[in-house]
């Protein structure tokens, strides 16, 4: 079955850029999502198609896929940004996630 | 402005069947898929199934063959039922509309999830 790899943590100083990465056998060949999950809440779609932004969501986020990687980027990291980061993609119609990144602002 | 709603019983038993229903408000079920997703507590984010309006449908295979998911339209409902649980079934069960266009595919709304336990 596909599977899609994330770090399992990141960290980032307020204000610097954070990557999350996202990697998967020619995952450039899919079309990537980003969702956002804060603790307690449902997960928020914050990348679609690879590098579009949902109505809402802050310009500081982006995301490009290549090859087998999918890179999502948040510029100008706040202390909101602090969440867990799943991507997914779908593959012989079956929606895969990854494992989730931590990102911790500190 | 359109809500995802989950509801159902938060404790099921092994063995014993999880049913749940996905309410949608302010807006139609037309026109979408409609996914059901878990995440057990403190790991991640797994699919499960969708069902478009119409009523076809598609499954994880990990999870095929103990899945049924529906639409009733007239009710703007969704359900799922998971059968012969055990407590690996244990999870925040969300609905999730996604919007599909050719290949191109997101989750873009989401319920608020609610926690199905199993256990005796």
């Known amino acids: 079955s596909y599977e899609l790899t994330q770090p399992p943590s990141v960290s980032v100083s307020p204000g610097q850029t954070a990557s999350i990465t996202c990697s998967g056998d020619k995952l450039g060949d899919k079309y990537v999502c980003w969702y956002q999950q804060k603790p307690g809440q449902s997960p928020v779609l914050v990348i679609y198609q690879d590098k579009k932004r949902p109505s809402g969501i802050p310009e500081r986020f982006s995301g490009s896929s290549s090859g087998d990687t999918a890179t999502l980027t948040i510029s100008g990291t706040q202390a909101l940004d602090e969440a867990d980061y799943y991507c997914q993609a779908w593959d012989s119609s079956t929606a895969v996630f990854g494992g989730g990144t931590k990102l911790t602002v500190l | 402005q359109v809500q995802l709603q989950e509801s159902g019983p938060g404790l099921v038993k092994p063995s014993e069947t999880l049913s749940l229903t996905c309410t949608v408000s302010?807006?139609?079920?037309?026109?979408?898929?409609w996914n059901w997703i878990r995440q057990p507590p403190g790991k991640g984010l797994e699919w499960i199934a969708y069902?478009?309006?119409?009523?076809?449908?598609n499954y994880n295979p990990s999870l095929k063959s103990r899945v049924t998911i529906s639409v009733d339209t007239s009710k703007n409902q969704l359900s799922l039922k998971l059968s012969s649980v055990t407590a690996a079934d244990t999870a925040v069960y969300y609905c999730?509309?996604?919007?599909?266009?050719?290949?191109?595919?997101?989750?873009?709304?989401w319920g608020r999830g609610t926690l199905v336990t199993v256990s005796s």
């Open positions: 302010g807006g139609s079920i037309g026109n979408y898929y």
């Open positions: 999730a509309r996604e919007v599909v266009t050719g290949r191109k595919r997101e989750f873009d709304l």
């Open positions: 069902v478009y309006y119409s009523g076809s449908t």
